[in-house]
């Protein structure tokens, strides 16, 4: 783990030293999650998958649905409930 001093600028940008985006492999383009936590701020890289990862995650989530003989439309019901119990669960951490 390494400790480096950076700036904001004046747009509230920041410039991560050369050395930790090559020790990360970071280039330009990649996207991070920021997290605050009081006086911490931490940023996480996301890796963004490819046209083709994601055409090939797709492929793969069907495939297993049809295996285990779920229809379109109940994929999407049980999408919509997932989606319902997350939304529900962030307003309770609120």
Avoid: C, H
């Avoid at 090939?56 to 997932?82: N, P, R």
């Amino acid at each position: 783990m390494s400790i480096e001093v950076i700036t904001v600028s004046s747009k509230g940008q920041i410039a991560l030293p050369a050395g930790m985006r090559k020790r990360m492999s970071i280039n330009q383009g990649d996207k991070f999650a920021a997290y605050e936590d009081g006086k911490v701020i931490m940023l996480k890289p996301l890796k963004v998958p490819s046209e083709e990862e994601f055409k090939m995650w797709l492929d793969e989530a069907s495939e297993w649905a049809s295996a285990s003989g779920l229809k379109e439309a109940q994929v999407s019901d049980i999408i919509k409930e997932y989606r319902a119990e997350k939304r529900a669960k962030k307003q309770e951490d609120k």
